[in-house]
């Protein structure tokens, strides 16, 4: 085995722990580690060009022939979580309505970029999670104001061209890009490539989550008991996106592959647009 594959493997084995540990840096020491976010773009360009380069577009186009699981996972999405967040916050903040506001935004962004890493680490359908984000990111200058204006009854006021920008650099124009080169290849990279990539993509993973988490430390260093209630909160909603992406395989009978990129997909969403947005 070679060094990236051993450096691979390690993080592949350890990465929860090891983004239990970025979290905690990134927190302790904002003032260090905050500059990386100006390079946030870039990284996650990075992450989703070297984790699309498991598939094609003949691959994208087999997804599109079985729609219903990709249209469950938007029914989780869009319709479900955004419904639950506004009843969840509507019960524990009743006097502070920008908390629901908050948590109802978090459920109505897209689905995360970083659902390609882990949908590769626990063998999952790659070509389906790919088809989720692309669709789910181009979407989601008309999604997010129309959620929070049903839901809300606020109109939410964003530069659409310029959201759009970051959204296609950061994941449209990458992914097709490695979806090109895979078709080119014949699937060559897929095998040559995107193993020498894959520990650096996690590594940029690793390096996005410490710079999420330095925007977190003002806000620990003064909790209090509605924080508290707050990050719980936002804790079940998260878990409930798993559990229902999970439940929702399982009823629907689908292979394993499928069963996992339907977990990941309807439980992880793209914290930096929304913190961007908020």
């Not at 009823?251 to 969403?269: C, E, H, Q, W, Y």
Request: proline content about 6%; hydrophobic content about 60%.
């Amino acid at each position: 085995m070679s060094p990236l594959e051993k450096l691979d493997a390690f993080l592949g084995k350890h990465m929860a722990v090891l983004i239990v540990a970025f979290v905690l840096v990134g927190i302790t020491f904002p003032d260090v580690f905050s500059p990386i976010n100006d390079r946030t773009v870039a990284l996650f360009a990075f992450m989703t060009f070297a984790n699309s380069l498991g598939g094609g577009f003949r691959e994208m186009a087999a997804v599109a022939r079985r729609p219903l699981p990709v249209v469950v996972i938007f029914a989780i999405l869009h319709v479900a979580m955004p419904l639950l967040a506004l009843a969840l916050g509507s019960v524990l903040f009743p006097e502070a309505p920008l908390f629901t506001t908050g948590l109802v935004l978090e459920y109505a962004i897209p689905t995360g970029v970083a659902s390609l890493l882990w949908v590769s680490i626990g063998r999952g359908n790659t070509s389906m999670c790919l088809s989720v984000v692309l669709l789910d990111t181009l979407l989601a200058p008309f999604v997010i104001p129309l959620t929070l204006r049903l839901l809300l009854g606020s109109v939410v006021e964003m530069d659409t061209a310029a959201m759009m920008g970051d959204l296609m650099v950061m994941v449209a124009i990458p992914a097709l890009i490695a979806m090109t080169l895979f078709q080119l290849s014949h699937g060559r990279v897929a095998v040559t490539v995107k193993p020498r990539l894959a520990p650096f993509a996690k590594l940029t993973m690793l390096v996005l989550v410490l710079a999420n988490a330095t925007g977190c430390a003002p806000f620990l260093r003064s909790v209090t008991p509605t924080l508290i209630k707050l990050i719980c909160a936002v804790f079940a909603l998260c878990l409930l996106g798993f559990f229902l992406g999970y439940r929702a395989a399982l009823l629907m009978k689908v292979d394993f592959p499928t069963a996992v990129t339907m977990s990941l997909n309807s439980g992880i969403r793209n914290i930096a647009a929304g913190s961007v947005l908020a």
